[in-house]
């Protein structure tokens, strides 16, 4: 949401700042800004190592969306 310019960087970094202690707050997407990644406690990348689009398989109902 922040690199598509829907929220504010410091909107998200609020949020995260006055979140009760007792919520896990998720964020997902790519292009963490740095801010973000120090804050975190997990910081997780994905890496695709066989996918069905390199043989230009269209993706499935209730499987990709």
Do not use: W
């Not at 504010?8 to 998720?26: C, F, G, W």
């Amino acid at each position: 949401a922040v690199s598509a310019q829907l929220l504010e960087l410091s909107q998200v970094e609020e949020l995260a700042e006055i979140r009760p202690p007792e919520v896990t707050l998720v964020l997902t997407g790519r292009e963490a800004p740095p801010s973000l990644i120090d804050r975190a406690h997990l910081v997780s990348r994905i890496v695709a190592v066989k996918h069905p689009y390199d043989k230009q398989m269209m993706a499935r109902p209730g499987i990709e969306f």
